[in-house]
């Protein structure tokens, strides 16, 4: 199994502030796909970004963001304008074909929007 | 339309009771997941499944067995509960390929064991 950690168990950040969420994970495989999950109170998760590892160019959406740093094996998460429907668990997510596709998750970090 | 749902979302049992909680997906996906996020938000791979076969089983004790009738579905059964399998339960489902298909998930079904 692959592993992913995410060593920021709890954030927080004021609203409309910028945070920044770590990712870091372990693999010797050049061809894999990074993500991000939000999963609010609600339980449900919910895709909030993801990244190919062969695009050099930062994946973004709206005030997500991310900084993909491949020979660090890095992969965070930056949220901008921060809300408070921004509150969740975030948890990063890596998938690689040459591990069966699946999907290995980091323990997640908690994040508090302060108003 | 719900893309992936399972059923029940809440689910109350007592110790030694057999239960089974369903996952149905509409997204015409091929591959099915079963994961268990424990009390600290742990989200870890059970089961994994490609167009109804069993393509991951993580070291997961026995009771637990599922069951694929058809890559729409893919339910879990679960024998002899004990207190250590209270936890909330996700099935998702996604492509095989493309590898940068995400995973959409259930909304959970949480299990306490009494």
């Known amino acids: 199994a692959q592993t992913v950690t995410q060593s920021q168990p709890e954030m927080s950040v004021q609203e409309a502030e910028t945070v920044t969420l770590s990712c870091t994970y372990d693999t010797s495989e050049s061809d894999y796909y990074l993500f991000w999950y939000k999963q609010p109170p609600s339980r449900q998760m919910i895709l909030v970004i993801r990244q190919e590892a062969y695009k050099q160019q930062n994946a973004t959406e709206n005030r997500f963001s991310v900084n993909f740093q491949k020979a660090a094996k890095s992969f965070s998460l930056k949220i901008s304008d921060s809300q408070l429907g921004d509150a969740a668990m975030y948890f990063c997510?890596?998938?690689?074909?040459?591990?069966?596709?699946?999907?290995?998750f980091g323990t997640g970090t908690s994040l508090t929007v302060i108003p | 339309d719900t893309a992936v749902s399972q059923t029940p979302k809440y689910l109350v049992t007592q110790m030694g009771n057999d239960k089974s909680i369903k996952c149905e997906q509409n997204?015409?996906?091929?591959?099915m997941y079963w994961y268990k996020q424990d009390s600290k938000k742990f989200l870890k791979i059970m089961f994994s499944y490609n167009n109804k076969e069993l393509i991951i089983n993580e070291t997961v004790p026995n009771r637990f067995s599922p069951k694929s009738p058809d890559k729409a579905h893919l339910n879990l059964h679960i024998n002899s509960l004990e207190l250590g399998d209270s936890a909330v339960y996700f099935c998702?489902?996604?492509?095989?390929?493309?590898?940068?298909?995400?995973?959409?998930f259930g909304q959970g079904t949480r299990l306490t064991v009494v």
């Open positions: 997510a890596y998938r690689s074909p040459n591990t069966g596709n699946q999907f290995y």
């Open positions: 997204l015409g996906h091929d591959t």
């Open positions: 998702a489902s996604s492509q095989y390929d493309p590898p940068s298909s995400e995973a959409f």
